[in-house]
């Protein structure tokens, strides 16, 4: 069964302090993984989409990279504003629908 | 275009109510698709349409929920008898056939069932 894991649930950041978000997929025949950021209240809103290993997008402070079984989302130098959900997505049975992990919580404070 | 569009924002029933959300998609997209998201979880797939036609159901999707996209253009997702294990923010998407840049969701429609 297609399945994404996300770590961690929740990851708390000083202004400034890079780190990483992970993504573990296991799916049969990777289409896309995508990331999203969903503010509370809101719908997730898109970020990237990767479709093969090695492959890199950046946009500002973000960085999207994905290998054979993951994807990482490196934050560098983030900023109160980056506070969010970030979201992992994969396609699951052709392009019908995308499962989604459970997400990681990030909180930058200043 | 302003994107997908779901009406209302926010519904607060009685259990036993039935209610019904909208959700206009982007209008050069011929998918639409919707999902439930519960606090702490990712959003989890309910059902699609290509068109007017619904291709796939999921199994969360019980006989109290049914969806129509009449003539291909808005979609309605109905719950009857509501349940409080309903409560949840009902997201709507939509993409084009070649799905492969992803979906645009719309803000949600979030459900409390008292």
């Known amino acids: 069964e297609d399945q994404v894991t996300q770590s961690p649930e929740a990851l708390r950041l000083q202004e400034g302090e890079s780190s990483s978000l992970n993504c573990s997929y296991t799916?049969?025949?990777?289409?896309?993984l995508f990331w999203y950021r969903q503010d509370p209240g809101k719908g997730p809103e898109f970020l990237f989409t990767?479709?093969?290993a090695g492959e890199e997008k950046e946009k500002e402070r973000l960085k999207a990279t994905l290998t054979k079984k993951e994807s990482f989302l490196h934050i560098t130098a983030p900023k109160p504003e980056d506070s969010a959900t970030y979201l992992c997505?994969?396609?699951?049975?052709?392009?019908?629908?995308?499962?989604f992990g459970a997400g990681t919580r990030l909180a930058v404070h200043p | 275009d302003t994107g997908v569009s779901q009406d209302p924002r926010h519904k607060i029933t009685k259990r036993g109510q039935n209610v019904t959300f909208r959700c206009d998609p982007i209008?050069?997209?011929?998918?639409l698709y919707w999902y439930r998201q519960t606090l702490g979880q990712g959003p989890e797939f309910l059902t699609y349409?290509?068109?007017?036609?619904?291709?796939?159901k999921s199994r969360l999707l019980s006989d109290r929920f049914s969806a129509e996209r009449p003539k291909g253009s808005f979609s309605t997702l109905e719950i009857q008898r509501t349940e409080q294990g309903d409560s949840a923010m009902y997201l709507c998407?939509?993409?084009?056939?070649?799905?492969?840049?992803?979906?645009?969701f719309g803000s949600g429609t979030r459900l409390t069932v008292v």
């Open positions: 998407a939509s993409s084009l056939a070649n799905a492969a840049d992803g979906y645009t």
């Open positions: 799916v049969s025949g990777l289409r896309g």
């Open positions: 990767l479709y093969s």
């Open positions: 997505a994969v396609f699951s049975g052709g392009y019908n629908k995308l499962i």
């Open positions: 209008s050069e997209h011929n998918r």
């Open positions: 349409f290509q068109n007017e036609a619904q291709l796939e």
